[in-house]
């Protein structure tokens, strides 16, 4: 097989940045590594190193723009692109806090973003496709993954005017909901080179899986939801831990920490 081509989107930091970059340096693959901003390019130049301008190649794309990404395939040659999928697509915002203090144009936004543009990617090009028959789609599931882009969600989340909730909304959100919910984020946490990792695995497998949880330890998590269609096991056993046990809880995630750290350690 010859070289196969793969457009990036989201690669100024994090897990965009990773998959990029590993990618550039696994034979076979030329990367094309897109941003909205270009001026945000350094760090990736740092990090990509010898394959700079050989095997990854920098490119401007926003996905809430049809034009720019319509721009971007018609820069390469024969508008070819081998791989685009939920795995290599990683442009996107994050958001939490209670609803009724999110904007409406905040919400949307996202949207544009984390789906519409992904729809926007697809769209273009998916008419470049040989055979249809021959598609091949895996998304690409994430727990925590320790990033600018979380970091910022937080940030923000710490910052928000609570102004438009009730005053207990506003008191589980601040004690309750963002402390435990970092203590989850930093003790499940994996890095973007581990996803990244992952993401070759999959690209380079005979058989993808439609959808692949990179975080083996978060999996028991996620294995609530799918237990009870009702969704009432997965509310319910987060109240009684949060509320009633919280000792336990925070018990459970400082060895799902060591669990985290050793399992990332034998991946590599």
Excluded at 19 to 28: D, I, P, Y
Excluded at 191 to 199: H, L, N, V, W
Excluded at 238 to 261: E, N, P, R
Aim: with cysteine; charged share 25%.
């Amino acid at each position: 097989m010859g070289t196969r081509r793969v457009l990036v989107t989201g690669c100024s930091s994090g897990i965009g940045m990773a998959v990029a970059v590993r990618l550039a340096k696994e034979k076979g693959f030329k990367v094309v590594a897109t941003m909205r901003d270009l001026e945000k390019r350094k760090p990736l130049e740092r990090v990509a190193g010898d394959t700079l301008n050989r095997s990854l190649e920098i490119r401007q794309l926003d996905a809430c723009c049809e034009d720019s990404i319509r721009e971007c395939v018609d820069s390469l040659q024969d508008r070819r692109v081998d791989y685009l999928s939920p795995s290599v697509s990683n442009a996107g915002v994050g958001m939490i806090g209670p609803l009724e203090c999110q904007s409406m144009s905040d919400m949307q936004g996202l949207f544009d973003t984390n789906f519409f543009g992904l729809v926007r990617l697809v769209k273009e090009v998916l008419p470049l496709s040989i055979c249809p028959s021959t598609l091949r789609m895996t998304l690409v599931e994430p727990g925590p993954v320790g990033t600018e882009f979380e970091r910022k969600v937080y940030e923000d989340a710490e910052k928000m005017d609570l102004a438009g909730a009730d005053e207990e909304t506003a008191r589980i959100f601040r004690e309750i909901y963002l402390p435990y919910s970092r203590k989850v984020f930093n003790s499940l946490a994996q890095t973007p080179e581990e996803i990244a990792e992952q993401t070759l695995q999959l690209i380079t497998a005979k058989e993808p899986p439609f959808r692949h949880q990179t975080n083996r330890v978060y999996m028991p998590m996620t294995a609530l939801k799918h237990a009870d269609p009702t969704g009432r096991l997965p509310l319910d056993t987060f109240y009684k831990l949060l509320f009633k046990h919280d000792t336990l809880f925070t018990a459970s995630l400082g060895l799902l920490h060591m669990l985290q750290k050793r399992t990332g350690k034998s991946s590599k």
